[in-house]
């Protein structure tokens, strides 16, 4: 039962859905990738739980609120909702550890490490249409071979240890000698 539910969910994605929602995420990540300040400033927001710094961060880099839905944090990772029609109604975008692991924990040379990586795979998917289309077509169709053959032939490190499909998206898991944590980046519709 479980099974097909999880890909009728997957079915929910769209290309312009996922466009949309990465390249809003874009300008976020190449400040995290370049800017070691604001990046630290990030991490102790997500440390913290404090909304109010993560939401002037997020302004800093053109997202006010009015640009997506919700932001939320859990002090060891983060997320970022954005409008969808339905039946998505919100799509999601967030970096974080696994829930259980740990608390109030957030590693800023990993998230930099981990922003660096997903980049040219965003930057892919936002500027090309047709291999945006294959991303979509994976999902959807639940082919994860696919899904990590096409992510991996643009997320070159070995750091990415998994990819996945959840929840009408992708979670790519990464580990870094820089934390015991394993951190994962993640694009979804509904609960991951």
């Not at 009728?8 to 300008?27: C, D, F, H, Q, Y």
């Not at 995290?32 to 102790?44: G, K, L, M, Q």
């Not at 930099?112 to 945006?132: D, G, M, S, T």
Request: charged residues 20%; glycine residues 6%; hydrophobic residues 40%.
């Amino acid at each position: 039962m479980n099974t097909n539910h999880g890909k009728e969910t997957n079915r929910l994605v769209t290309v312009p859905v996922l466009r949309k929602t990465l390249a809003a995420m874009i300008p976020f990540y190449r400040r995290i990738a370049s800017d070691p300040a604001y990046a630290s400033a990030w991490t102790r927001g997500v440390r913290r739980a404090d909304l109010d710094t993560l939401i002037r961060l997020f302004r800093q880099v053109g997202l006010p609120e009015r640009r997506y839905a919700s932001l939320s944090t859990n002090g060891i990772g983060y997320f970022v909702d954005f409008d969808a029609p339905k039946p998505i109604v919100l799509y999601s975008n967030a970096t974080t550890i696994r829930p259980g692991t740990t608390q109030f924990y957030f590693n800023t040379k990993v998230h930099r490490a981990i922003a660096k990586a997903i980049l040219p795979l965003y930057q892919e998917i936002v500027n090309n249409r047709p291999f945006a289309c294959i991303v979509v077509r994976a999902i959807r169709s639940g082919n994860r071979a696919l899904l990590d053959r096409v992510v991996r032939s643009i997320v070159a490190t070995p750091h990415l240890r998994s990819v996945s499909i959840e929840s009408s998206g992708f979670r790519l898991s990464f580990k870094y000698a820089a934390s015991p944590f394993r951190f994962d980046n993640l694009t979804f519709g509904g609960e991951p």
